[in-house]
């Protein structure tokens, strides 16, 4: 079955840099997609296309991918950032498409 | 503005049978995917299947084939999830989804629907 990994928790002081993985052996032909989370709240997609920003999504927020893994970074992280973040990609290859597969999230605490 | 606004909460017995909505706005609805993600408490996300308003097209997720049915009827704009057989695992927050432009992803989520089973 299509499985994507991610780190249980990420922490980082305000102003810094966070990075928040997610692997998985289909992300080579799979686009990723980012969510972000906070409590109570529905998830908001904030990357799309591996690397995409959707307008609205402040420009600190940005995506990567590089073989199996791909990846969310958040500069200059402030304290709002502060959620639980899912990766999401999908197998359409299959005749009754697509399969779609979330991360099992990655919870970012500002310190 | 494109919304997706669901039902409200529900509380239900075992045994019991429950169909919630989402009702879109703002866009075509015929013309994107539908689709529902569970959440269970304190847990991850969980893609259910998804429906093409257009057609009723549906795709589940083999985790919830046969457990729960979606459906649709485009000329009130409403996608729904229903249960004929509640069991207290399906106690959880449902969140119903507009699939992207360009691909396999959510670029709107309803403010989700809590289900509560309890005897």
């Known amino acids: 079955s299509y499985e994507l990994t991610q780190p249980p928790s990420v922490s980082v002081s305000p102003g810094q840099t966070a990075r928040i993985t997610c692997s998985g052996d289909?992300?080579?032909?799979?686009?990723a997609y980012w969510y972000q989370q906070k409590p109570g709240q529905a998830p908001v997609l904030v990357i799309y296309?591996?690397?995409e920003r959707p307008s609205g999504i402040p420009e600190r927020f940005s995506g990567s991918s590089s073989g199996t893994t791909v990846t969310l970074t958040i500069s200059g992280v402030q304290a709002e950032d502060e959620a639980d973040y899912y990766c999401?990609?999908?197998?359409?290859?299959?005749?009754?498409?697509?399969?779609?597969?979330f991360g099992g999230g990655t919870k970012l605490t500002v310190l | 503005e494109v919304q997706l606004v669901q039902s409200g909460a529900e509380v239900k017995k075992p045994g019991e049978s429950l169909k919630i909505s989402c009702k879109g706005s703002?866009?075509?609805?015929?013309?994107?995917?539908i689709g529902w993600v569970r959440q269970m408490p304190g847990k991850g996300l969980e893609w259910m299947g998804i429906?093409?308003?257009?057609?009723?097209?549906?795709r589940y997720s083999p985790s919830f084939q046969g457990q729960v049915t979606i459906s649709a009827d485009k000329s009130i704009s409403t996608a729904y999830l229903q249960w004929s057989s509640l069991k207290a695992s399906d106690t959880a927050m449902y969140y119903c989804?507009?699939?992207?432009?360009?691909?396999?992803?959510?670029?709107?989520w309803g403010q989700g629907t809590l289900v509560t089973v309890s005897s």
């Open positions: 989804v507009r699939h992207g432009d360009y691909g396999d992803y959510f670029d709107y």
């Open positions: 703002g866009y075509s609805f015929t013309s994107y995917w």
């Open positions: 429906i093409y308003p257009g057609d009723s097209d549906t």
């Open positions: 289909a992300l080579p032909k799979q686009y």
């Open positions: 296309k591996d690397s």
């Open positions: 999401q990609s999908a197998d359409s290859s299959g005749t009754y498409g697509p399969y779609v597969v």
